[in-house]
């Protein structure tokens, strides 16, 4: 499934970039030149991959290798998966972006099949403890949260901002320009850097703690509006991918946050919408 949905959406994505040739602002990276042969052979093989759904071919190719692994967990020999998943990612993930998100995939694999005996631990911990923990953790993660929203959006815009009538404008120009530098090669994403990886593992950790613990407030709040998109998790992303593709095409790009705020949550309530008439459509069928 997971391969037919890559496939499917980069020709489809590629077929609408190479209709609409003159528009100038859908997405970088369009094949060019190929032959139709060639293209439809590099889709078909994962060697070309178009859209905002990029992330599918790398879940598919992990998910040839997920019996083995789950092989070698059952058999105890978690340690070999983890010990396989972690050299592969140091030795070749800045030559092979497979090789460097795979870290995700089978650590989080690991990690779920030990999830009841990880959950039984915790719940030994006295209550005090566990909210100071996660007091701690969810410190850390607002503060490197916003370390990096800082190095993604605020350096970048005073870097490319040359008029600085004061001088201490212009310091806090250099000083972000210098965080950036200092931040990038250790949390870049395609090569899923060391600093990348143990953020990736420490807010998820604090989300999934933190969501546990207020769950039934959480789902009464807003679980009617959750649930239908996490049970769906594989069609929502797909069907988000074609939504952003649309958003490129049909409306102007505006920087007010008004307008932002406005188009994203209209697209949250189309996905929602579609999504739960994806949910009757699967329950209809299975009945």
């Known amino acids: 499934m997971l391969y037919l949905w890559s496939i499917s959406l980069t020709l489809l994505f590629t077929f609408v970039g190479y209709w609409l040739s003159d528009y100038a602002g859908i997405k970088p990276g369009i094949a060019e030149g190929l032959s139709n042969a ?7 093989t994962l060697q070309y991959v178009y859209g905002w759904a990029d992330f599918l071919p790398w879940y598919a190719v992990f998910m040839i290798a997920a019996p083995l692994a789950l092989w070698l967990v059952y058999k105890r020999l978690a340690w070999l998966v983890v010990l396989i998943s972690v050299l592969s990612w140091w030795m070749w993930r800045d030559t092979n972006s497979y090789f460097a998100w795979q870290i995700l995939f089978f650590i989080g694999l690991v990690g779920g099949y030990y999830l009841q005996y ?13 909210k100071k923990l996660m007091i701690w953790l969810s410190g850390i993660s607002i503060i490197t ?22 001088a201490w404008m212009a310091s806090i120009r250099e000083l972000a320009t210098a965080w950036a530098n200092l931040a990038n090669p250790w949390f870049g994403k395609w ?26 407030t959480i789902t009464r709040w807003v679980g009617k509006f959750l649930l239908p998109l996490g049970r769906n998790s594989l069609f929502v992303y797909g069907f988000q991918s074609i939504v952003i593709f649309a958003v490129a095409i049909l409306i102007p790009y505006t920087t007010s946050f008004v307008w932002n705020l406005l188009i994203n949550v ?15 459509y699967r329950q209809r069928i299975a009945t």
Not at 118 to 130: C, G, I, M, Q
Not at 146 to 163: C, G, K, R, V
Not at 266 to 280: D, E, G, R, S, Y
Request: hydrophobic share 55%.
């Open 191 to 216: 090569a899923m850097s060391p600093g990348r990886v143990l953020l990736s593992f420490l807010w998820f950790i604090t989300l999934y703690l933190v969501i546990r613990y207020y769950e039934t």
């Open 266 to 280: 209209i697209c949250l309530a189309l996905m929602w919408f579609v999504a739960k008439l994806w949910q009757k």
């Open 38 to 44: 060639t293209l439809l052979w590099q889709t078909l």
């Open 145 to 166: 949260l916003m370390a990096s929203w800082s190095a993604i959006f605020i350096s970048p815009t005073l870097t490319n901002h040359q008029d600085f009538g004061l």
């Open 118 to 130: 990880f959950e039984t631990v915790y719940a030994r911990v006295a209550l005090p403890v566990k």
